[in-house]
């Protein structure tokens, strides 16, 4: 009655043992850095990402300027309760456009780092 429990146990330990070793086996060769920092995949990584960030650095204060003036004009036509909404959507979409265009510059500056 003993046995059962320890071949169950061995059985386990025999099968993790085998699937270790055939993982073991089947693994490609390394891959370096170097491979990696070739590769297209890298490059054009790096190269949508620095795109991104100067479109972004261009768009979002463009994109926040015609969201103010908008804002603006939509609160001149408001009541005074609606005022304090609007003047708080425009405090929002400055705040947001300073945000923006400082991570977009943030990450655009630690990606030159890598070139």
């Not at 070793?21 to 490059?43: G, H, I, N, R, Y």
């Not at 620095?50 to 004009?73: Q, S």
């Not at 929002?92 to 890598?114: E, R």
């Amino acid at each position: 009655m003993k046995v059962k429990p320890y071949w169950r146990s061995m059985k386990a330990g025999l099968l993790k043992l085998s699937i270790s070793v055939m993982t073991m086996l089947q693994l490609p060769s390394p891959v370096f850095a170097d491979d990696v920092k070739d590769s297209k995949l890298a490059k054009g990584t790096e190269a949508l990402i620095n795109d991104v960030t100067t479109w972004l650095m261009i768009l979002a204060p463009i994109v926040a300027g015609l969201l103010i003036i908008y804002f603006f004009i939509r609160r001149s036509a408001a009541d005074e309760m609606d005022q304090k909404k609007w003047n708080n959507r425009i405090g929002v979409a400055i705040v947001s456009a300073i945000g923006a265009v400082l991570a977009s510059a943030t990450l655009n500056l630690i990606i030159g780092y890598y070139v």
